[in-house]
């Protein structure tokens, strides 16, 4: 699952404005994440909420970014714009060099399921349905054919330590085994971006650092990941912590440095 | 995302709802079955008057009298025997091969004791027994002799003589018929039921033997004539009427005093009506259809609001909206399908059975499209529900609760 995978031409959205061979060693020094500016306002006139005022941020290829930020901070706003979920009123949002507000419906969906990972708080499993074939999803959504797929599947369920529960439904499975099975879905498609909306918020202790610990692998393991959180043990984990109050970005500081590149590619290729 | 693993991800969520899915597809199995069945029991129907076409004989011509009010003055016409030598003759009517003046009356008939009410007493030649399709299935029929010498013979229908002699055999028995002695000679062979009166329920005698002791010297109800052979039905009618006219000084041909009745003619239009009632039936068949499609519509409508948290994670995972769209249009069609032949089975089923006196047809193109129109009703009805699935936004489906 390296990165050659999910630059496969053919697949390619739409093709980086930067484009062409040189894509690979300049993908490792330009951001993932590029958003300038980005204001999303609800409602109009009076009543209009204003849920970004304004953000701009950058976050490198292998990085792991926590934002922290009270309820209504926007936070929640911000992640769903970051996912695709959700379109900002204006600025820019740039996802490895695409600009995304540029794409068509469809060209979205493909962002989504081949370059964002998205862990949720409430897991959002499909019901009725085994832990593989819940994993499998968005490779089924990519096109791959069933027997790649399932041995994916069972690599990424295998990562998180749950490979033996393949044929568990959600329902039989613990809240931290639900959340971990997410996080393996989020990451079979082998992402440039792992998304996870306080994806501790509804598990006790044990889970918490369970599933945490699956997302510092990751993260060692190259993944970028950005994790919102209002807890401040979670943000620990982070190299990196963003503070959001109404709106703006009141504090971004380093806890970490940043892994290089070089580890970094060393890594991924391993 | 290929076809068939759509069709799975579709029956898993018609699986996920057995209840609500039953309901639905019941609905479309009663619609196809009602479609099928009601188009066979129409068809039955139509095939039935086929088969009576068929039993009274496309060859002969029934004519019937009566007066007939012509502007100020009205003319009085009645059939009487008379007419039969001239509508015999070989030369002005080649095409006629035999010509049966017909009296009828209802006669109530007296054997030891045991009495039955014939509803068809009928006195006329013995060139009526082929013209009608009777055959003597016991004894023998009167011959024209019997007829020229007024002799008091009948020959029964088996239904007859089952009422009046039972065991007994009736041949060479007297019944008294109104007073009178008739000595039977025959009884006839089973005539298959053709209308609301039983073809078995008659009594056969000479013309001259009835009207002298029974109805008298009076009009003719019907002459039956047979043509030479089926196809000159219209030859024959031709000539029947234009000896009429000559005989009866008709000079307005517009406004004949009589009546000549192609038999064929005559069933034309009961062939019609039951093609009427078929296309009726359908009608109300296919209706039942339509409130079917609406309730698959429906529930399709409630699965969406019910699975839109589901359908926000397949998008938020990179379900595209086509994919959405196939996955409940393919929903919707496995439910009509199912429906469809589940409905197909149970009209099959039914149609083993004879409903309201009919023994429904199926009529194969019926079956095609019932199931055909299944699969188009799914895909139309699904339609709405579905792409209504495909178009919500993903954020807006995640937050649904």
């Known amino acids: 699952m390296g990165p050659d995978q999910r630059t496969n031409p053919d697949r390619q959205p739409d093709a980086a404005p930067a484009g062409g061979a040189g894509r690979e060693r300049s993908g490792l020094v330009r951001p993932v994440l590029d958003v300038r500016n980005l204001i999303k306002t609800y409602g109009s006139g009076e009543t209009a909420v204003h849920a970004l005022r304004g953000v701009s941020l950058t976050v490198a290829r292998g990085d792991y970014v926590a934002i922290m930020g009270s309820s209504g901070s926007g936070k929640s706003t911000l992640m769903n714009i970051l996912g695709c979920l959700d379109v900002p009123t204006s600025g820019r949002y740039l996802l490895d060099g695409v600009d995304v507000s540029r794409l068509s419906d469809r060209q979205l969906a493909l962002v989504r399921n081949r370059r964002i990972g998205f862990v949720f708080q409430s897991f959002n499993l499909i019901p009725r349905t085994n832990a593989l074939s819940n994993v499998e999803l968005p490779l089924a959504y990519a096109g791959m054919k069933a027997a790649e797929r399932r041995r994916r599947a069972r690599a990424a369920l295998a990562l998180v330590g749950l490979a033996e529960r393949a044929h568990h439904e959600p329902n039989q499975l613990s809240g931290g085994q639900q959340q971990r099975v997410a996080v393996a879905r989020a990451l079979v498609t082998a992402p440039a971006l792992v998304l996870a909306d306080e994806p501790t918020g509804n598990l006790d202790t044990q889970s918490t650092a369970e599933v945490l610990g699956v997302l510092d692998r990751l993260n060692r393991s190259g993944r970028t990941i950005v994790l919102i959180t209002h807890e401040p043990d979670v943000a620990e984990h982070a190299h990196r912590l963003i503070r959001l109050v109404d709106g703006r970005i009141v504090q971004d500081a380093r806890q970490a440095p940043l892994p290089q590149p070089r580890q970094l590619a060393e890594t991924v290729d391993a | ?401």
């Open chain 2, 1 to 401: 995302m290929n076809l068939l693993e759509t069709i799975r991800f579709a029956v898993r969520g018609v699986t996920a709802n057995k209840l609500r899915s039953g309901l639905t597809v019941l609905g479309m199995l009663i619609g196809v079955a009602a479609v099928i069945l009601l188009v066979a029991v129409g068809n039955g129907s139509a095939k039935q008057v086929q088969d009576r076409i068929s039993a009274l004989g496309s060859s002969t011509l029934t004519i019937t009298g009566g007066g007939r009010s012509t502007g100020a003055t009205t003319q009085n016409f009645s059939l009487t025997s008379n007419l039969v030598p001239a509508l015999s003759d070989r030369a002005a009517a080649p095409h006629v091969a035999s010509v049966s003046p017909v009296v009828t009356t209802s006669e109530d008939t007296a054997y030891e004791g045991s009495s039955h009410t014939i509803p068809q007493f009928i006195g006329t030649y013995p060139s009526y027994l082929p013209a009608e399709n009777y055959r003597v299935a016991k004894g023998s029929a009167f011959t024209q002799q019997d007829v020229d010498s007024a002799r008091k013979v009948v020959l029964i229908g088996s239904t007859t003589a089952d009422d009046l002699f039972g065991t007994v055999s009736p041949i060479d028995q007297q019944v008294t018929v109104n007073g009178t002695l008739f000595t039977v000679i025959g009884v006839l062979g089973n005539k298959d039921g053709t209308g609301f009166t039983d073809p078995n329920d008659v009594a056969l005698a000479p013309l001259t033997a009835v009207e002298q002791s029974l109805t008298g010297y009076g009009p003719l109800n019907q002459v039956i004539v047979q043509a030479t052979d089926a196809d000159a039905v219209d030859a024959a009618q031709n000539e029947v009427t234009a000896i009429l006219n000559d005989k009866l000084h008709v000079t307005d041909t517009a406004n004949e005093p009589f009546r000549v009745l192609n038999a064929a003619q005559l069933l034309s239009t009961q062939a019609d009506t039951a093609q009427t009632f078929t296309v009726l039936l359908g009608t109300v068949a296919g209706i039942s259809l339509l409130v079917g499609g609406i309730g698959i519509t429906n529930i399709m409508m409630v699965t969406v609001t019910e699975r839109t948290r589901e359908i926000g994670i397949r998008k938020a995972l990179g379900a595209p909206r086509r994919t959405i769209l196939a996955q409940f249009l393919v929903e919707a069609t496995v439910l009509s399908v199912i429906g469809g032949l589940l409905g197909v089975a149970a009209a099959l089923i039914g149609s083993q059975f004879t409903i309201v006196g009919v023994k429904p047809v199926v009529v194969p193109a019926s079956v095609l499209l019932a199931v055909g129109v299944s699969v188009v009703i799914g895909l139309f009805f699904g339609s709405y529900p579905a792409s209504r699935a495909a178009a919500l936004r993903p954020i807006e489906a995640l937050r649904y609760e």
